[in-house]
């Protein structure tokens, strides 16, 4: 039999192992859902990547919609720390947006949409759950964008037309749009153009 201090390390290791399966399950979900979309893949194909049987899937994630929900949760999480550390140490009001377009930017060289952006296309078919964690991702970046473009005007770098709401509103929106269209084409040097007018538009003339 197990002494006390056996078991609590035996215990330890399965729920490091628990959480370690987690982590691949999502890794793996992730890319599926950025490539394919939520409704182009099921757990069979998580399964087989993994190399396990799809009810050891559902031990960690007992609903399609409980993974999808804890997916969205987790890409906002890392999102938001990635815009943490560009307000944390970007320069200056230009230097953050540039650097906001590219992690769009760097998705798409590496095959992949933004997660949201891709469910937000299957808006209608995603459990509501799910449609409550879309749009509150969304809403997080336009809060985040609206404070850099009203750093910017502060600060006399960039030139705003209508309100700060409207134009971070129109940044996400033809961002977004502008990878869609860069994947149905194949050529994400057709994002960078519309990410670049976007930027300019947005520059003061009296700091070109």
């Known amino acids: 039999m197990y002494k006390r201090g056996q078991r609590h390390a035996a215990l330890k290791?399965?729920?490091?192992?628990?959480?370690?399966?987690?982590?691949?399950?999502?890794?793996?979900?992730?890319?599926?859902?950025?490539t394919r979309g939520f409704n182009g893949f099921s757990y069979a194909d998580i399964a087989a990547s993994l190399g396990v049987t799809k009810a050891s899937l559902h031990y960690h994630f007992p609903a399609k919609a409980a993974l999808g929900k804890r997916l969205i949760e987790r890409y906002e999480t890392n999102f938001l720390t990635a815009l943490e550390a560009i307000d944390r140490t970007g320069k200056n009001s230009r230097e953050k947006l540039r650097r906001y377009v590219e992690i769009y930017a760097?998705?798409?060289?590496?095959?992949?949409?933004?997660?949201?952006?891709?469910?937000?296309?299957?808006?209608?078919?995603?459990?509501?759950?799910?449609r409550a964690e879309v749009k509150h991702f969304f809403d997080e970046n336009e809060r985040w964008l609206k404070a850099i473009l009203e750093q910017g005007v502060r600060?006399?770098?960039l030139k705003i037309k209508g309100s700060v709401s409207e134009v971070a509103r129109a940044?996400?929106?033809?961002?977004?749009?502008?990878m869609m269209l860069a994947r149905a084409y194949g050529d994400a040097a057709r994002f960078q153009v519309v990410a670049d007018r976007l930027l300019g538009e947005l520059t003061s003339p009296k700091r070109m």
């Not at 060289?109 to 078919?125: D, V």
């Not at 940044?171 to 502008?178: D, N, T, Y």
């Open 171 to 178: 940044l996400v929106g033809s961002l977004e749009g502008a």
């Open 13 to 34: 290791e399965i729920l490091v192992a628990n959480a370690n399966s987690s982590q691949r399950i999502l890794d793996i979900a992730e890319r599926l859902v950025q």
């Open 155 to 157: 600060s006399k770098e």
């Open 106 to 130: 760097d998705a798409l060289r590496n095959k992949r949409m933004c997660l949201c952006g891709m469910l937000a296309a299957e808006y209608m078919t995603l459990p509501k759950p799910m």
